[in-house]
């Protein structure tokens, strides 16, 4: 399959006035084709064919929208190995890594597809009329919830598949009913094109408008700040930064007609360590933690970035169990040279706020991340606000605190964050009962005796929590809650039979309605 090095707009592979390259993640050398800087026009062009075809879109039946994200995942596992070894060259991610989230991203096109058939999202409420109420009649009200509009999608360097073209921000928003415009990640647009090519091949077989889904490529912050801005855009999904989540935050606020931004950005993921827990597993621990921290790089929202335990000798076991199993950890390559050298710049400040080294992985090449980790008493991470900042990269922090007190101190003051982990045993469970109140007011997901770098996608899941952990902590980015973020209610107050949608009549209803209060079939 060759690259052509254009954007998709509506079907059309368009060429560009200036170029970008992609980079071997691993040696930096420059790869072919050169790919088409997106320009304003081509932003402009995606988002008027994106509101031309939203109305055709929104209006399918849900067997044919739930038919074309399956399409879609047919054609991107057609894609194979070639899609999987251009991703492991702009990435720098191993192959079983790559295989295993083209997997992921084809599982939850297809999870979508079953939550849009099963229609529970649409809400669907009936107050049937009571003409005679006094002293005045109450009119028959029916609600369901529909789509946005046309949603920008900003694909993440971290996970090129599962949270890039046909990730999980874009499956959510076309399974709710909207048109996509994607802003690909620049780091990756050989690994974008042949996904794009995917969804335009799904696109055509299904015969739907082909504004309904476009891809615009580009290295300038402009290309996605006009995407934000442009008017036809009614909601942005983000993974990023939190300087960039911010950035489209501000120029979504600023528009004439502000929208959401739902920007998914820095997590530190406190992890507790029990004392009854560390006591009786301290060595496993260990062992496991530096498998977590060391992930991937280390590159994942999701990285425990902050271990808390009360200082005690069970705690110095772990400790020195940490510093045993690091230099078995070899360098893995990070996925951008800005990401490496933000990684090194974040380790360097780690030091400088006097945390101690308590032992590293293998060195490597310069675009290479070296796992790391650090230790600090309770006293001093409180002290020092900077060491519970985000540092994307395979480190991690042991607080070692005084006592649960002050665990929960700093639990407290902490901000918002996408997972909370507690290690216990049963021993520790009225001490872990005291922190939960807490732990739930910082973070979307409570995790227990497990690692938080796992994300299953399912209905249950929430991969969301308070700022910074994403801009709403009231959504999630993975599992079928997700499509939530991208619907709207309306209300039918009286509508004639003749004009309500079908979904609302009386009448036997295949999917879950609230009527006159009361949830029925
Ligand atoms: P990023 O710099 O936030 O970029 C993500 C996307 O947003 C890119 O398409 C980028 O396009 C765009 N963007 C960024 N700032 C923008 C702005 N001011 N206006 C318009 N568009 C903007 O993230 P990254 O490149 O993936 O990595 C950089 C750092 O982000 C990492 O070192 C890490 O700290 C953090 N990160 C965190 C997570 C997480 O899950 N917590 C995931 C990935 C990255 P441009 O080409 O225009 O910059």
Redesign the pocket.
Known sequence: MTLTGRNLIAGAWREGESHFTAHDAASGAQLAPVFAEGSANDVAAACAAAAAAQGAYAALPLAERAAFLRLMAAKIDALGDTLTQRAMLESGLPEARLNGERGRTVGQLRLFAEEVENGGWQGLRIDHAQPGRAPLPKPDLRLRNVPLGPVAV?????FPLAFSVAGGDTASALAAGCCVVV?G???HPGTSELVAGAILEAIREAGLPEGVFSLVN????A???ALVKDPRITAVG????R???L??MGHAAARPVPIPVYA????VNPVVLMPARLEEAAEALASAYVGSLSLGAGQF?TNPGILLAVESAATRRFIAAVGEALPAVPAQTML?A??QS?YTKGIEAIAAHGATLVGAGAEGSSTCGRAQVFTVSGADFRANPALGH?V?GPSSIIVTCADLAEVAAILEGMEGQLTATLHMAPADYDAARGLLPILENRAGRIIANAWPTGVEVTHAMVHGGPFPATSDGRSTSVGTLAIARFLRPVSYQDLPAALLPKALLDGPSPVLRRVDGQYEA
């Open positions: 900003f694909g993440a360097s971290n802003k990640h620049p780091a580009g290295t300038a912050n290309l996605g700040e983000f993974t990023g930064s300087a960039g989540g950035a489209l998914e950005m820095s997590s929202c951008t800005g990401i933000a985000e994307f």
